[in-house]
């Protein structure tokens, strides 16, 4: 078998491939907005003195975090519509399922990052005279995202990649877009190492932002 790899064919696919790039990082930015705000309300929650709010919280942890994210949206796109009573868009459910996916692995980070803050922090901004929302919101929160920062950008790098499954409720993104090309042309090989480079392109930037990032703060530390 005489196989040469087609160059041609590969820098064919990137117009195809750059048009399906807006939709994967719509789909990351929109879900893992919404994740981040599942993720901080349920990270709260494990914290609660209340057993039933922590309980629920670890639930809704447990069943996502226990599960794929492709039978995650399978489970939306095919089975929420015969309880729903009606259809849901392939967008919506991939906003979706990376929402609720990414929020409950945030919703540790959180817990994490805000049980990680010295109690004294909170009894400080009380003997100050803030209440227990305000000494949260200015003294807890800022310093607990410092140390989230990291690992908050870790979980976008990963949402980002799990868009890859999306394919298959026919949303346009980087892999459904390659499909599409590869079909027209049956250069997989040379057509699915384009789209690996893509995702390497997004997920380096990240982790390039990511690691500025901690630098900066550990700097920032040393003065």
Not at 84 to 103: M, W
Not at 181 to 207: K, P, Q, R
């Amino acid at each position: 078998m005489n196989f040469q790899f087609d160059w041609q064919a590969a820098f064919a696919s990137v117009p195809a491939l750059l048009s399906g790039l807006p939709m994967t990082l719509l789909i990351s930015l929109v879900g893992v907005v919404i994740g981040m705000m599942l993720g901080v309300a349920f990270g709260l929650l494990r914290l609660a003195p209340q057993w039933y709010l922590r309980a629920l919280a670890v639930i809704y942890v447990e069943v996502f975090r226990g599960t794929p994210v492709l039978v995650q949206v399978l489970f939306i796109f095919y089975g929420l519509p015969s309880l729903l009573g009606h259809p849901l868009d392939p967008l919506t459910a991939a906003i979706a399922s990376i929402a609720l996916n990414s929020g409950a692995y945030i919703s540790e980070v959180v817990r994490g990052g805000v049980g990680s803050i010295d109690r004294g922090q909170s009894d400080a901004g009380l003997s100050l005279g803030l209440g227990p929302v305000q000494s949260f919101a200015y003294v807890i929160w800022p310093q607990a995202l410092k140390r989230m920062a990291p690992a908050l950008g870790n979980q976008m790098i990963t949402s980002i990649k799990d868009t890859s499954l999306f394919s298959v409720i026919g949303i346009g993104e980087l892999v459904r877009e390659g499909q599409t090309f590869i079909a027209a042309t049956f250069n997989a090989l040379e057509v699915y190492l384009m789209i690996g480079v893509f995702y390497l392109a997004i997920t380096l930037t990240l982790s390039l932002l990511i690691n500025l990032y901690e630098k900066t703060q550990l700097q920032g530390r040393a003065r």
